[in-house]
């Protein structure tokens, strides 16, 4: 029991049954990087890179994104970094894109869609990140936000491979991804499901409107349903996948998560060791079973209780 215990304390993450899980943090600005990187992870899974971007009037050169995202990949030595393209956008303006006008931000032209007005910033972006692993010699993921179709995913992968990136994927955040993900995922290398964006376009509720927080509980049945469907067409394929949105900083829901099949979570690094102390009080089975106890239930409360119930 000490052992167990232990081992439930730092290291990788597993469940009881010792299989492995990837636990990763999310990291969203320099500031945090010290902090994050001392966390006993496996390394970043989302750095979110728009903190590079807003609030300034010009892009940022080359020059100082390659130092910047070197930085990253100087304190995570050793470690995996999965950078994610801007995901910038109407609700998240930059001063230096014509935005236009648009009546339903959240549906218009953000993340990997503002290629289609400005390419060179993705094109100088994914070179940046290209100069910044070969620096620092660094195992390094790319994946883009927003992605609709697999012709948008193989395309992106395409192009990230044709820039000396090995390993490029796609979030999940559209439902659309999510239903044709066998499609998606034979174009890419990699999927993560972003709960957060994919919770909001499933339950069709404004991720900012808090009076709907029960319809973006990441415990919704039709969000998870989709997690299963991506995890699956993950599995068949050899592809991982992992959830990058809210929804893995919660120890009771990783274990329902990685029973619907998803390989890796990414977290607040605060979140970690309690994630962490949740999975590896589970086996595999338990897993299984929590992810059909969940998809059963009628909506989010009810299926918190019924897996909170098991404990
Ligand atoms: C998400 O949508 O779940 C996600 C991780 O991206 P962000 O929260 O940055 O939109
Ligand atoms: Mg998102």
């Known amino acids: 029991e000490r052992a167990q ?20 943090v ?24 728009e903190f590079l971007y807003l609030s300034r009037t010009t892009a940022p050169s080359v020059t100082e994104q390659v130092e910047s995202y070197g930085a990253v990949f100087a304190a995570f030595a050793g470690r995996k970094v999965v950078v994610r393209t801007l995901d910038a956008g109407a609700d ?5 894109v014509d935005h236009g006008e ?8 953000r993340g990997w869609r503002l290629a289609r007005r ?14 910044a692993r070969n620096r620092h010699d660094a195992d390094v993921w790319v994946m883009a936000p927003m992605i609709s179709t697999p012709a948008e995913a193989a395309a992106f992968a395409e192009q990230a491979h044709a820039l ?15 239903i ?20 909001q376009y499933t339950l069709a509720a404004d991720r900012m409107a808090g009076e709907l927080a029960d319809l973006l509980d990441p415990w919704q049945p039709a969000l998870l349903e989709l997690v299963r469907t991506t995890a699956q067409a993950g599995r068949e394929l050899g592809k991982p996948v992992g959830v990058c949105g809210e929804a893995a900083s919660d120890p009771l829901l990783a274990p329902v998560l990685v029973g619907l099949g998803v390989t890796s979570l990414s977290m607040a690094p605060a979140a970690l060791p309690e994630v962490r102390a949740g999975l590896a009080a589970r086996t595999d089975a338990d897993c299984a079973r929590l992810a059909d106890i969940a ?17």
């Open 5 to 24: 215990a232990v081992a439930a304390s730092s290291g990788p993450g597993r469940t009881a049954d010792g299989t492995s899980v990837k636990l990763l």
């Open 26 to 49: 999310n990291l969203g600005s320099s500031a945090e990087l010290a902090t994050a990187s001392e966390v006993d992870s496996e390394g970043v899974g989302l750095l979110r890179t």
């Open 92 to 96: 998240k303006p930059l001063a230096f």
């Open 102 to 109: 648009e009546p339903n931000p959240a549906l218009g032209v």
């Open 118 to 131: 400005a390419p060179d910033m993705l094109a100088d972006q994914l070179a940046a990140i290209a100069e």
């Open 164 to 178: 000396g990136l090995p390993v490029a994927g796609t979030m999940v955040e559209v439902p659309a991804v999510a």
């Open 180 to 199: 044709r993900a066998r499609q998606v995922l034979a174009g890419c290398d990699f999927a993560s499901i972003g709960t957060n964006d994919l919770g």
């Open 295 to 311: 998809l059963a239930a009628a909506d989010a409360a009810e299926a918190r209780a019924a897996v909170a119930k098991t404990e």
